[in-house]
């Protein structure tokens, strides 16, 4: 195959989406970090080495389970998308090309 342009339209696509979401990912963290004085992981969470960054995208059960009070608080007012909910909300507003 010689490069179909729905697929190539397909890739292009999710790569975009990709990486608004790292993007959104960034801005989400920062705000967190501001907002929870740094204090984003619960003492497990810290024990076990989980990388702060990581709640961020993946499951929500596994960011939950290694969040701070506080972090839980603050996504309780600034929801947490995973990429799945970010690609369908990007999906709603897209145009597909003829």
Known sequence: ???SRAFGWAR???RRIRDEYELYRERQYAAAVE???CILLNREAIAAGVDEFSLFIGRRDRAERWASEELLAWW???PHLTF???EAAAFEYMEVPA
């Open 1 to 3: 195959m010689s490069g």
């Open 12 to 14: 292009d696509e999710w």
């Open 35 to 37: 907002a929870c004085n």
């Open 76 to 78: 309780r007012e600034h």
């Open 84 to 86: 799945a909910e970010f």
